[in-house]
């Protein structure tokens, strides 16, 4: 009996010692904290990566070391985990000892009996870095298209006009009056020569129209369907924060637009109204189909903090233009979302109030 018990303790402690040991060589954040908001304890990846040590980071509250801008949300999670609300996929910023900003992706569970939690923390900064790269990438491409079109256009109008003017002169020409052979054939010749530049202008703009219509491949897009994709693809974000988002599409089920560009505008619109939510207050976004004057319209409301309209004026869909101070604001958004509208020959319109929510208004094409 002796050596069985003591063969128990063995297996106890052995099974102890690998714990310890993966608790100390994991690279991601291990943290134990407590309710009273310090660390209780951390493995040697947390203090690697913000710098301090262990000492310095078990002596000063959590909070000391979070970003400014997101000490709020923070804040409010802490909270929610004393509640007993497990969370999941949370960001925040830290800042690390020598002033470099880092981003945390959280998963901490409460043990209400201890007054702790246990979390585990992923570094996603260089994530987050690709991910602003990419959204200005793509934000200049469309801005760089747009010039490139922009100039085109400009440029093919306004040598047609020329040409046109040209060859009104040829037919207001009466060259029966000409004698001169030579001089016949010269203005035969630049009539000639205006004719194929009109003809060379005129297949320009038919390319360019054709390869806008490529680009911008149209579809009959189902909204129920293109919304559940993308909330499918935010579920993290919508449980999180709890957010309600209720639609109603009975009054126009789909329309004639590029697939793409709708789900983007779904996710920018849904996205900024659960980022921008006023506090202690759950998000709710109602989106519904319209028939007015026999234009289809889509109606995206929220209930967050809004703009000051008086401020804001017609900056609010321009390229990082920013209205709030919140830790992942690019002002990129509703610049895209503009974009996406206005390219295919649609408009939007924005009714807000501050802390009084948002509403969207598209209107399409057709």
Sequence with gaps: MIRANQQLTDTAIDSFNKFEKFFDLSA????VAGFDGYFKRINPAVSALLGYSQKELLERPINDFVFQEDKQATK???DDLRKRIPLFNFENRYLTKEGAVVWLLWTSLPIENDKQVFAIAKNITHIK???KER?????DLIKINQNFKKLTY???HDLRSPVNNLLSIFDLLDTT???DADTLEYIQLIEMTALNLKETLNGYVA???KNNEINEHLEQVDFKTTLQEVITSISALIDNSQAKIVSDFTA???VKFNSANLKSIFLNLITNAIKYSKVDTLPEITIESKMVDDKKQLIINDNGIGFDMDVVKDKIFGLHQKFHEHADSKGIGLYLVHNHITSLGGTITVDSKQNHGTSFTITFKD
Excluded: H
């Excluded at 991601?28 to 943290?31: E, I, T, V, Y």
């Excluded at 959204?135 to 934000?139: G, I, S």
């Design 28 to 31: 991601d954040l291990l943290c």
């Design 76 to 78: 409010i999670a802490r």
């Design 129 to 131: 870095e690709l991910e």
């Design 135 to 139: 959204n200005q990438n793509l934000a």
């Design 154 to 156: 400009t440029a093919t």
């Design 177 to 179: 009056t000409v004698a």
């Design 207 to 209: 390319l360019l129209d």
């Design 252 to 254: 126009l089920k789909d």
